[in-house]
Structures are given as C-alpha cells and as structure tokens.
C-alpha cells in the first residue's frame, strides 16, 4: 500500500488490509444506530488545536520558559513536546521527577489487566484482536472469570482492569457488569477497558462496582484513524472521543485517555490527547485524570509491527510532558516496555505500573491460554518481581489508593 504521509507506519499494512481499503467504506464521522450523541464541544477545539500545531516553530527559548512556570500552559505543553525539547530531555525529566515527587512521592500503584474476551467486531489492521486476523477466540464463563480473579488476588493484586475485545453481541454489557460485580469480591480498585458505551450503560457499569474508565483514541488524526479502522462500530471516529465525557456523565470517578504511538505524527497525537483530557478536566473539575504511554507492538500473524520513529527518548519526552502539563494524573507505563525502561520511567514521571500481566484469555489460572493475546508484550515479570525490583530503587509499591463511592 503506498503512501505520500511520511508518517505512515508500512509494519501495520498488509495486503489484505490494503484490499478492504479500496471497498466501499462507511463514513468514520457519521454516528451508527444506538450511538448516544452528547452536547459538546471538545473535538472541535481538539481537532482545531491538532491542525494547528506547528512544532517546528518552537526554540529552546521556548522550553526553558516552559519549564520556569509554575503552572503550564497548553501552549508550554505544544513547547514541551517540540523537538526543541529533546535536547534539553535531562533538564525536562529533573522538572519530570520534582512534580511526580510533589504529587505522588515514591509511590507507585500496581495493577494488572484481566482479559475475559477477545472476540471482536472491528477490523483494526494494527490489533491482534481484530476481526480479520485468525486467531483463537474466548469468552470466558462465570466460573472461569472467577478463577482468573482468585488467582490473580492470591499473588497480592488489589486493583484490576477488565478487558474485552469490541463485541457487543459476544460480551455485552451485562456480561461485562457481571463480571465486574465479581471482581468487587477480590479487588478494592475496578476499572474497564472496553468497547465504548452511552452514559446510562456507563452509569449501569458504575453501579456494578466499576471506578474508572480506559478509552484509547489510537490516533487524533480523523483521516490516519479512518485508514486504519476499517469496519465496525470502532470506525466512528467522534463516538469513541467522547467516550471519556460519556463515562463521567455516567458517574464514573476517572477517565484514562492515550494515542497509540507510532500509527501517525506522535507529537500531534500527544498534543491532542493531552488537550483532550485538560479540556475534559476543565469542564468536569472532579474527574480524576490518568495517561498511558502505549507504543506499538507485534501481534498474532504480524510480528514485523514496530513505534516507527517513536524512541525510548521520545518516550520519555512525551511522558514527562504529560506530568508536566497536568502534574496531579495518573500515568501508567505499559507491559508493552521492557523491565529497564518502566524502571526508570518510574522514577521520573510515571506512577502507576502494570504487573503479573497476560494479554491471553484464561492465561492466569490455566496453564495454557484458551484464547490468544492482543499483543506481544515485553516485561513479564510477576508481581512480586516487580514489587522487589521498586524498592530497591526507593520507590514504594502501593496495591491501592481508593475506597469506592
């Protein structure tokens, strides 16, 4: 498939991809049947400031006076993600680490996700889920779910977050809920990372004992995000934006937000997502914010799947520029990474780690997964390992910071 973008990631493609593309497509910004739609006015001024951004504009004049403010601004925030920023990268990460002190010390919370389903409507070139690619499918039942849960809070875990493929029909809300009200028997802390709901189904979701909300955008750019969901619900670029907004009116506590690094312009990716959650947070000043930082990674049937241009040091740039920019969130560093680098991102920026994780379905209490995984991860150290890994460096493991309301 040829492409003029430079940023179009070749690893992501193949030639069946390539032959749907030329099909005739639905439209990504038209809403399908049943998708709420929300008055409001954040994906404008979102897509309005991601066109706008010129980084190249920006001087190490700029980043320095970026990094004297107490408070940063979004246009400090453009500055901080600039490639005049890499060469002060040292400086920025000190400024990084002073304010990840300020508002978390030596903390850092665990987690682990637990994938209950990976059937899937969408056709997401990039996802080892996607509805194309010819992988072993699961749900799991009850019985199973539960087993899951026992073992993964006999190594300590307090906090999960359930996950699904994109498939209404193969686990819908109930099932999902269900679910959830069974992870209250074991887990303090509750959070989801699924398909994107209307605010009554998040409000049901809240009720069965769900804290928090995960929605990765994968991409701000509407015209890259259209090239790369080709079929589904998923498609709808405006319904998943709004997901996080949908979630808070249905009582939720936290919303996450993250681009998928490495499918286009990871500066302007970066930029949006953090405007997206300062805007949201602007109108909705309870919410509790969080990040993550997910660069590509291979999956089933594709393994030459790569970030592109986004390095260890972009990496690290566009964390740290996060903490900078709304120094009170959350921010997680995927399995996705190695043990070196979540390490050292701990004690920069981030503080919030996954740990003990499986991207299979049933890969906790089994021995051999009844479904595959989502994507190829890099750090696969237990809980424990994790765990005593951390003091050593002086940070302080913390199973949970929450009570539920």
Do not use: W
Request: net charge negative; charged share 25%; glycine share 4%.
């Amino acid at each position: 498939m040829k492409n003029e973008d430079k940023f179009f990631n070749n690893s992501i493609y193949d030639e069946q991809a390539a032959a749907f593309s030329e099909k005739q497509l639905t439209d990504p910004m038209q809403y399908q049947e049943g998708m709420e739609i929300i008055d409001s006015d954040i994906f404008d001024k979102v897509q309005t400031a991601r066109a706008a951004y010129d980084y190249t504009k920006y001087t190490e004049a700029d980043v320095h006076a970026a990094l004297a403010h107490s408070e940063r601004t979004p246009e400090d925030f453009a500055a901080l993600l600039s490639p005049a920023a890499l060469p002060l990268l040292e400086e920025i990460a000190r400024a990084a680490q002073v304010e990840r002190q300020r508002y978390f010390g030596n903390n850092v919370t665990f987690f682990t996700p637990l994938y209950i389903a990976n059937y899937c409507e969408n056709y997401c070139i990039y996802c080892g889920f996607n509805s194309h690619n010819k992988i072993q499918r699961a749900c799991l039942s009850s019985e199973q779910i539960a087993a899951e849960m026992q073992a993964i809070a006999a190594t300590g875990q307090q906090e999960i977050l359930i996950l699904t493929g994109e498939s209404r029909k193969m686990s819908d809300v109930h099932y999902i809920g269900e679910a959830c009200k069974q992870a209250r028997q074991y887990f303090k802390v509750v959070g989801v990372e699924i398909y994107p709901l209307n605010s009554d189904e998040y409000a049901y979701l809240h009720e069965c004992g769900v804290d928090y909300v995960t929605v990765f955008q994968e991409t701000y750019n509407k015209d890259k995000y259209a090239q790369l969901h080709l079929a589904g619900h998923k498609r709808v670029f405006p319904y998943r934006f709004y997901a996080q907004e949908r979630a808070l009116r249905g009582k939720m506590r936290g919303v996450g937000f993250a681009a998928l690094l490495g499918l286009d312009d990871f500066r302007r990716d970066a930029l949006a997502t953090g405007l997206h959650a300062y805007l949201l947070q602007k109108k909705y000043p309870h919410a509790e914010i969080a990040f993550s930082c997910p660069r590509l990674r291979p999956i089933v049937n594709n393994d030459k799947i790569n970030p592109k241009d986004v390095h260890e040091r972009q990496l690290l740039q566009v964390m740290c520029a996060y903490r900078l920019f709304m120094p009170f969130a959350s921010i997680t560093v995927s399995s996705r990474e190695c043990a070196r680098v979540r390490d050292n991102l701990m004690l920069i920026a981030a503080n919030k780690i996954s740990a003990g994780v499986n991207t299979g379905i049933g890969a906790h209490s089994k021995k051999q997964e009844l479904g595959d995984e989502q994507f190829e991860i890099d750090d696969s150290r237990s809980l424990q390992e994790i765990y005593d890994a951390l003091l050593k460096i002086g940070l302080q493991p913390v199973m949970s910071e929450y009570v539920y309301v």
